[in-house]
Each structure stands twice: as C-alpha cells, then as structure tokens.
C-alpha cells in the first residue's frame, strides 16, 4: 500500500482555526469518558439491583427483573439510543420543549448514559443473578439461621461472594460498555468516533484520525482492564476460588 | 414447657409426602438424636424448628413461640436457635472471627469489642484460638466445622439444631468435632442431632427418633432404642449401621 501517512494533520489548526485537531480528538475522548463512567455506575447500580431481585423468593421480584433484562437486551443498541433520543421525547412534550430549548449537548448526553446504563444493566443483572445462584444454597441458610434477615443475608453474604465470582465478565462488561459508547455518535454525541469521522472529513486523513481513536480505546479499554485486575487481588480471599488456577 | 415441640406436622413436596403427621418434643436440657435412612426426612424435619423448610401442616412451637404463626419475627426465632450444617456453611470470604462476629453485631446488637471477646472466649472452648484470623478456605473440615458450632453458639442459644455434622468430614476428623458435641451436650444444651454416629448417640442422647419415609417411626429413650427396637425397620437400619 503505498499510501502516504500524514500524522503530522493532528498538529493542524481546525478551519475555525484557534484549536488544533488534536485537541477535537481530546475532547471526544473526554465526553467518551464521561458516558462511559456515567452509563457505567447506572448499569452497576440498576444491574446489581435487579440481578438480585431475580435470586429472591418473591414472584413479583422476580417476575420484574425478568421484564427488566428481557425489554433492555432483546432490543438492539442502536435501536434503544434512538428511541430514547428520537421517540421517547415525542411522548413527553415536557421533555420536547426542554430539549430543542437548550444546548443539544445535553439531551445528547443523557440519552447516551440512560441508553447504555440501562442496557448493559440488563446484562449485568444476569451475570449478578448468576453468581448468586452458583453459590452453594446453604450460604443463605446459613446466614438466615443466624438471624440475618433476607436483605443483611444478601448484603453480608451472598452479594460480596456473587461479586467475588463474577469479576472477570464484569470486565469484559466494562470494556464493552466503553466501546459501545461509539454508538453516540449516531444522536449527533461529539465523542471519540464522532471526532475521528469528522477529522477525517476535514482532512481526508481518516487512516490517522481513526488510528488514533483506535489506539484510544484500545489503551482505555486496557486501563480499566488492568484496575478491574488490581481489584480482583485485592478481594482475592485466602481458600477461595482459586481451585481452577493460579 | 418442653423447649421444640412437633404437632402434627405434615410437608409436601408438590404431590410428594416428605414429612407424615410428625409429632415429638424436646424438653429444655434435652439431647435428642435424629437417625434413618437417607431420604426418610431427617434434615427436613429438623429445619422446621427454624423455618429453613416451610412445612404445609401441623404446628412446631419453639420456645413457647409457634414457628408457623405469621406473627413470629423468623429472623429473631432463628437468631436464638444455632444451627451446624453437613458443609460447614462457613462465609468464605471473612476470616474465623467475623463469621463469629457477624451475626453478633448484625442481629443482637453487640458492639465489635463485645462481640469479639465472646467469639475468642468460644474458639478458645472450641480449640481454635490460633486460627482466628484465618479464612475458612484455610482450615481443614474439622476445624471448620468445629468454628461453625461456635458460630452457633455465639448467639447465647437456647437449643442447638445439628443436621448431619460429621457426614462430610474425613474419618480422622469426626472425633474431634463430637468430642466439642459431647462436651455441649454434658452442659445441659437443648440440642437435635440428625447423625449416623450411633457411638455419640449411646454416649449423650436422651433419646432416639427414628424416622423412615417421612414418619417418626420410633421414638424412645436411648436404652430402649438400643436395647429392643420395636420397628422391623429400626432394627434392619441399627444392624445395616452397627454391623461393620
């Protein structure tokens, strides 16, 4: 391929000049940043939640987390982030006004962490509700036994042994989470991919610009592998779960 | 008053009958030990003094309190009634003295300091004082069933519930868990054992119930037990266990 790299175009000036190209990409990469810690607390918090009702003895828990996971992971993601960008507002005429009163910026913004909050929480609700059942039943027992009601059973017991065990697809969850936030682009969200896609079109370097948000992710997606990491040692408990490796 | 009374009792699983119109009691001081085939209820039985098994008939009265009526508050009926699973049971990610803590601060109140001086006045009791800090992925069988009964009793029970506690222990390690048994039972501990080791029964048991598909089958003072088991069924499970 005799193509003829430009990667000196990121130390270009923009056309509305003052701001280099590098910084349009810096602050994609800010925004994706955001959504992804935003979305990423919403889908941690709803996903824990719901995971656990599905464990629950209670029909009507259970019968709403089922709705829950079903409704966010039976819809594809694009799907889902138009709907809440595009037709939910349509509904709310509240909401409508508001939207076209300020900057777009913000509606963009939420819609984007509603969107993936909400649907990485169905799935993480899963692993959560899996975990949970992997543990041996007498754990519950036991912890009722002694008094605990159901809710300290679950706080004091199951859940930090289910988190224990379920670590590592929470990461994978977590780098998913940070690579689907691209999808942002497709309400107008000035991220990462929206900054490539349109450096490129004010350059025509596209092979750079998209490089370089390609390696963006590459290196974010691994940091937060690597912290996910040093959080698995540090919960790693002397005797446990170790019977398969290491 | 006896201190765990059965009336009555009946449990279905869907169609299946696993416990038949089961009525017997436990007065307060009292070691009753629970035997019969696998399958025959045992565990089942026992665990419808702390409501771990719901049961559709009947009424079971702990402590003057009816574990059934819907106004008992389970969570503090279960917290005065110890209970020693087959596996241990023990949470695996706190060391020896928060399992003992746990439920101490959590469920009676008591401040850390209290807590843990009553949890190291127990593993001293129970032997265990150097494995305080240790998890329970550390420790042999054992050693973690013996931390289960003082987990147990850190609670100050008023009976003490034990469903097969040697069964999944290694031959060498039985005794030293009945030995803490043993001891417990000469203290005067109201206590239900479901075990197999027929040796502990003829040491500490007041008396014997044997059950056999659901139905208390046999219910006698120990000596009568041993001696002249009225049931075919008792005496082909005593010659099946004892002969070997």
Redesign the interface.
């Known amino acids: 391929m005799n193509y003829h790299w430009n990667w000196g175009v990121f130390f270009q000036e923009t056309p509305e000049g003052g701001t280099f190209y590098w910084e349009i990409l810096l602050s994609g990469l800010g925004w994706t940043l955001a959504v992804s810690v935003v979305a990423w607390l919403i889908a941690m918090l709803a996903g824990s939640v719901i995971g656990t009702l599905r464990t629950t003895q209670n029909r009507w828990l259970t019968a709403t987390g089922h709705c829950w996971v079903e409704l966010f992971r039976n819809i594809p993601l694009l799907v889902q982030m138009f709907l809440w960008y595009f037709v939910i507002p349509e509904f709310v005429p509240p909401l409508k006004r508001w939207m076209v009163s300020t900057d777009p910026v913000y509606a963009q913004f939420i819609s984007a962490v509603l969107c993936l909050g909400l649907f990485t929480s169905a799935r993480i609700a899963e692993q959560v509700r899996a975990g949970i059942q992997s543990l041996?039943r007498?754990?519950r027992?036991?912890?009722?036994?002694?008094?605990?009601?159901p809710l300290?059973t679950y706080r004091?017991?199951l859940l930090?042994?289910a988190f224990?065990i379920i670590i590592p697809p929470l990461t994978s969850e977590t780098m998913n989470l940070i690579k689907n936030s691209s999808i942002a682009l497709t309400i107008g969200l000035a991220e990462l991919t929206f900054r490539a896609r349109e450096i490129g079109e004010y350059t025509f370097s596209f092979f750079e610009a998209f490089t370089a948000a390609t390696l963006v992710y590459v290196i974010i997606s691994m940091s937060a592998n690597r912290v996910m990491a040093v959080v698995e040692r540090r919960v790693a408990?002397?005797?446990?779960i170790t019977a398969g490796g290491n | 008053m006896p201190m765990i009374e059965f009336k009555n009792v009946s449990k279905w699983y869907g169609h299946f009958q696993v416990l038949k119109d089961c009525t017997t009691k436990v007065e307060k001081g009292e070691v009753v030990v629970v035997c019969g085939p696998s399958g025959s209820g045992k565990s089942t039985l026992i665990?419808c003094v702390?409501a771990?098994e719901p049961f559709q008939q009947g009424e079971v009265i702990v402590n003057s309190q009816s574990v059934g009526a819907p106004t008992t508050q389970?969570?503090?009926?279960?917290?005065?009634?110890?209970?020693v699973?087959?596996?241990f049971?023990?949470?695996?990610?706190m060391n020896v003295t928060e399992n003992l803590n746990?439920?101490q601060i959590?469920?009676?109140g008591r401040s850390l300091d209290e807590a843990t001086a009553k949890s190291q006045m127990l593993l001293k009791r129970v032997g265990m004082t150097d494995h305080a800090h240790?998890?329970?992925?550390?420790l042999s069988g054992g050693q973690q069933q013996r931390i289960a009964i003082a987990?147990?009793l850190a609670?100050d029970p008023v009976a003490m519930l034990f469903d097969e506690p040697t069964s999944a222990l290694d031959p060498e390690m039985i005794n030293e868990v009945l030995d803490v048994m043993v001891e417990l039972a000469q203290e005067g501990m109201t206590m239900m054992c479901v075990t197999h080791e027929m040796g502990f029964a003829r040491k500490v048991a007041h008396r014997v119930i044997f059950m056999d598909r659901g139905e208390i089958v046999e219910d006698s003072p120990k000596a009568e037990f041993f001696g002249t088991p009225r049931s075919e069924r008792a005496q082909q499970f005593l010659s099946k266990i004892l002969h070997h």
């Open positions: 041996p007498g754990q027992l036991a912890g009722m036994a002694l008094g605990l009601t300290q004091h017991v930090p042994e224990r408990v002397p005797g446990l | 665990k702390n771990l389970l969570p503090q009926l279960r917290a005065k009634i110890g209970m699973f087959q596996h049971e023990l949470f695996p990610h746990l439920a959590k469920v009676l240790k998890f329970p992925g550390q987990r147990g609670m």
